[in-house]
């Protein structure tokens, strides 16, 4: 077997070591620093999937491997950085389990993605990927706006994120995905919108601005949606 067929699958296992790293740097007490390693492996996804492309290595084994990554980097790995923010406030000893609802339903999510043959130029319910950089970067939000920031990292409210993450990612919203058939400005305008949006948001707040991303990516989806069904 060629070399060249080795590299996308050893970048996902590379992906799966940055989760795994992750979530022992959170159970270690260090929130933070552990969620920067849900960017590393969102960075690593793209590369992997990038590369096999590139080098027309694209098979079974990559999209199984894959998907056995992203569970662990994202999806057991917030899970655990909203039980460790939740379990850090909350006077209920029970209430943080509740944020790990978030790992299964992300691994419901990628179950049904490998299966589903729609989501060929759009995604059907939101992205594992995209549902942990917007856990990983809460901590950044919180702490460019600390007002907001303690209600959104108050027990109860970090379970609601992990509740609703969890129905968006199992959800039937069709949402926009940056795979260009043409680049027709008629044809791709919240895409070009989506992209605009993204980067002055983030050239504005940096990491706090991806939650803020997040939710305007879902706004502009469900808007396509509605002008699209008239």
Not at 151 to 176: D, G, N, R, Y
Not at 190 to 216: D, E, N, Q, T
């Amino acid at each position: 077997m060629k070399i060249k067929s080795h590299i996308p699958n050893s970048i996902t296992l590379l992906n799966l070591l940055s989760g795994i790293i992750g979530i022992i740097w959170v159970l270690d007490g260090n929130i933070i620093s552990g969620a920067w390693f849900i960017l590393i492996s969102a960075f690593l996804d793209f590369v992997d999937g990038f590369a096999a492309r590139i080098l027309k290595v694209q098979g079974e084994l990559g999209k199984q491997l894959d998907s056995l990554a992203d569970l662990v980097s994202f999806g057991v790995l917030p899970g655990i950085i909203l039980f460790a923010m939740a379990k850090t406030n909350s006077q209920i000893e029970w209430l943080p389990y509740c944020t790990l609802i978030l790992p299964l339903f992300s691994a419901l999510r990628l179950a049904k993605f490998n299966l589903d043959t729609r989501q060929t130029d759009r995604f059907i319910g939101v992205p594992t990927p995209a549902a942990a950089l917007f856990v990983s970067t809460i901590p950044h939000f919180a702490i460019q706006w600390p007002k907001i920031g303690t209600v959104i990292t108050s027990p109860f409210f970090v379970v609601a994120i992990a509740l609703s993450l969890s129905i968006l990612l199992i959800s039937e919203i069709p949402l926009i995905a940056l795979k260009f058939k043409s680049f027709a400005f008629s044809k791709n305008i919240f895409r070009y919108v989506l992209i605009v949006v993204s980067l002055l948001l983030f050239v504005w707040l940096g990491l706090a601005g991806i939650p803020l991303i997040i939710i305007s990516y879902l706004g502009l989806s469900v808007t396509e949606n509605a002008m699209r069904s008239e």
